[in-house]
């Protein structure tokens, strides 16, 4: 809680954090849940495109809205690569629009 109290003394607006994390009171700051930690699983699993694929598949059925973790500093070019092929997945679906966190506040 005193995250968000700090967050909420700095005027931010928005907070993502992982859907399993315990929610934080505000009355001020929008949370956005991130369902998918890409990072983590491309790291740490054996099949990690398939365990993507079902993660993906499964949070969309759920959520309006889908979000991913991605730890910049530690993608590689083969991580860059799949998310890259991914994205291009999804750019050309007609039921999937892609937005920068900070859109979500509009």
């Excluded at 700090?6 to 907070?15: I, Q, S």
């Excluded at 859907?19 to 849940?33: D, G, M, R, V």
């Excluded at 809205?65 to 530690?74: C, E, K, N, S, V």
């Excluded at 750019?91 to 506040?105: D, F, R, V």
């Amino acid at each position: 809680q005193t995250t968000v109290d700090c967050l909420e003394m700095m005027d931010f607006k928005l907070l993502s954090r992982d859907i399993t994390a315990k929610p934080l009171a505000s009355a001020t700051l929008k949370q956005i849940p991130v369902h998918i930690d890409w990072s983590r699983v491309i790291k740490n699993s054996s099949d990690p495109l398939s365990e993507l694929s079902q993660l993906i598949v499964s949070s969309l059925k759920k959520n309006n809205l889908t979000g991913f973790m991605l730890h910049h500093a530690d993608m590689d070019t083969e991580m860059l690569n799949s998310l890259a092929e991914l994205l291009k997945v999804f750019s050309e679906h007609q039921n999937m629009q892609g937005m920068l966190l900070k859109e979500t506040l509009r």
